[in-house]
C-alpha cells in the first residue's frame, strides 16, 4: 500500500465482521467467520476472511459497514402471481366450511375472481396494489422476484399486468424476471373453447415479447387448467421466438406436466406434488429444477408429498418460493416460505436456503446471483441471526437487517 489515496475508493462497499453463507460449493453453507466481503459497479469484487483484508478498511472502500450476524445470497422468489387487484379472503372463509379449490374454481370463484378486478383496476392501480407485497418480500430479503401475469387473460390486461410487473422492479430498484402466464384460466368470454382460446395466448406472445415484455412462459397444467396438449403448444410458440419455458405441473393431479416442462428443457417444474417418479427422471436429464411451493400446500391443507427423496436421489435441484397469489398461498416472506418447506417436505434448513437462493436462481435461468461469489451480482443480505439455520426457525418477526441488491442498500 504505497499511499491511502491510491486505495481509497477501490471499491463502492465494504462490509465486515459478519459471517458469511456463501453457498458457493455443492454442499454447506461455505462458512467464512469474521468476514470482509467487498462490491464495485453492482458485483461482488472480493470474499475473505476480515484479516486478510491486508488494509485499513477504510481506506478500501468508499463505504465501510461493520456488521455482525449472518450473511447470505439475497433471496430469489422464483415464482409469484403478486401482481393481482382484490384479494380472496372470502374464498379462505368457504374452504375453512368444506369448499374445495376445485369446487370453487368450477363455480366461478377462483382465479377468474382475481381476473375479474384485475381486469377492472387500471396500471396505476394495479401498482398501487402491488407494491406492498413487493415490500413485504424485499423487507425479509428478497432481491430478485419473478412476477407472472395470468389474471387478465386478454391482450390488454395481460399486457397491463406485465407492465405492472416491470414497474414494481424499476420502483423498488429489485429485478424482475416476468412470466407470460396467459394459459393461467379460460376466460369467461372463451367458455368451451380452450382450444381458441390458447391460439389467441400463442398469438399474443409475439406481440408483448416484442414489447419486451417476457423472459419466459409458463402455463397451469391441471385438470381445472389446461391439457398437456395445449400447454405443448403453448410450449411450441415459446420455443418459436427462444423463450425458456416452466410449469404449473402436477398439483392436483398427475398429468405428466413435470416431464412435459423437461421435454422442453424447462427451467422449472413448479408444484409438482403428484409428479411421478419417470417425471422425476425426465427433471434430471434435461436439468430443470423442481420449485416447491409450500404456502400453497399450507393454505389448501394438502396431504400428498412431492417425491422429495427421488428429487435428491435423481439429483434434481429443489427451490422453494412464496407462490404469493390470492388465492392458495397469500403468502408475503421468503422466510416464511424456507420455513414451511422444512416443516412440511422435511427439508433440511440448509436446502431450503439453496432453494431459496442458488436452486431458485437456476430456476430462472439466472448464473449471476445466488451464491456469494467474486463477480456475481452484490444482491445480499445480512441477518440478525446467530446461525443460518435460525432463518427456518423463526416463524415471522424481522430478522433482515440490510438488504442490499445490486450493491444498492434497499433496506
Ligand atoms: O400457483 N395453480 C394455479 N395458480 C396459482 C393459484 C392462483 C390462484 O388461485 O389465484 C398457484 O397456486
Ligand atoms: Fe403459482
Sequence with gaps: MSTAPLSAGRYDGLIVGASLATLDAAQGYGEIAD?????????????GPRSALGADP???AATVIEADGWITPGLVDC???LVFAGDRAREFELRLQGASYEEIARAGGGIVSSVRATRAADEAELLRQSLPRARALLADGATTLEIKSGYGLDFDNERKMLRVARAVGDTLGVQVRTTYLAAHALPPEYAGRADDYIDAVCEWMPRLHAEGLIDAVDAFCEGIGFSPEQTRRVFEA????????????DQLSDLGGAALAASF??????????TSLDSVRAMAAHGTVAVLLPGAFHVLR????PPLDAFREHGVAMAVATDCNPGTSPLLSMRQAMQLSCTHFRLTPEEALRGATVHAARALGLADRGVLRVGARADFVQWRIGHPS?????????????????G???V
Design 79 to 81: 415464482h409469484t402471481h
Design 58 to 60: 477504510a481506506s478500501l
Design 390 to 406: 435460525e432463518l427456518c426457525y423463526w416463524l415471522g418477526g424481522g430478522l433482515a437487517q440490510r438488504v442490499f441488491a445490486g
Design 265 to 274: 428443457d424447462g427451467l422449472s417444474a413448479d408444484h409438482v406434488e403428484h
Design 408 to 410: 444498492r442498500l434497499l
Design 302 to 305: 394438502e396431504t400428498k408429498l
Design 238 to 249: 415459446a420455443r418459436a421466438l427462444g423463450l425458456p419455458v416452466k410449469l404449473h405441473a
Design 35 to 47: 468476514a470482509a466481503l467487498a462490491w464495485r459497479d453492482g458485483r461482488i469484487a472480493h470474499i
